[in-house]
């Protein structure tokens, strides 16, 4: 992938050294939506909150407020988002990232 305003440089340090939290991910173009995958703006979310834990409605939340495109986007995208965590806990196993608590997400 080509760098330029907009997308990182190299691909795989999405913050540039930053923090890991939805406010060091870059912004695309304006009103377009956000490039990063599902699992990205997930664990950005989880890990930017206080206590590294929330829950699903809170990462719909943050996602919501720091890219203003899921705001207005069909709702449609917040199941996808849904089935992202499903993946996620099926493939690391819930515990590598998930833990054993009804609809509360974090990194245990």
């Not at 870059?26 to 956000?34: A, L, M, N, T, V």
């Amino acid at each position: 992938m080509q760098a330029n305003a907009y997308y990182p440089d190299p691909p795989n340090d999405v913050t540039g050294g930053l923090p890991i939290t939805l406010d060091s991910l870059r912004d695309g173009p304006p009103g377009s939506k956000p490039f990063y995958p599902y699992s990205t703006l997930i664990r950005y979310a989880i890990k930017g909150s206080p206590n590294q834990k929330l829950l699903l409605e809170d990462i719909y939340y943050a996602i919501e407020s720091r890219f203003p495109y899921f705001r207005t986007a069909p709702s449609g995208w917040k199941v996808s988002l849904d089935l992202e965590i499903d993946a996620l806990e099926r493939s690391l196993g819930a515990t590598a990232m998930f833990e054993p608590v009804a609809v509360c997400f974090g990194f245990a």
